[in-house]
């Protein structure tokens, strides 16, 4: 027999990763051509924060490798929406801003999704949604 708070963990990580690859993939049919979902989490942030921040700081952010960062940096920057400068105080590191032409496809995916994010909130409804975050977050927090 199963031990029941087994049988709970299963369920809620089922559940929390099966949406997870729903999500993922509506957010992909919905994109602007060429923009990942990584891609558009990385402006997304540092539109945010507004101001520059390290590949290794972004890598925490993101719980990814430096090297997945800086994959994903690389490609933003050869799009042209990121800078990436030497930190001047330090040349082992660099810094990372976004660029206008980043705000822009950022503003622009932005746009895309959020005819989606609003439908599923509609569905949902709002205090559902409300409901939902605060679990959610203590959750993350207690992963991370």
Known sequence: MTDPKNALAIALFSEILTADQLVRNRLSKVMPKGMEISHFSVLNHLAHVGHERTPAQLAQTFHVTR???????????WAGYVNIRPDWDDARRKLVVISNAGRLARDSALAAISPMVEELIG??????????????????????
Do not use: F, H, Q, Y
């Not at 090297?67 to 920057?77: D, V």
């Open 67 to 77: 090297g997945a960062m800086t994959n994903t940096l690389s490609k933003l920057e």
């Open 123 to 144: 569905e949902l409804g709002t205090d559902k949604v409300r409901a939902v975050l605060p679990i959610l977050r203590e959750l993350r927090g207690k992963l991370e």
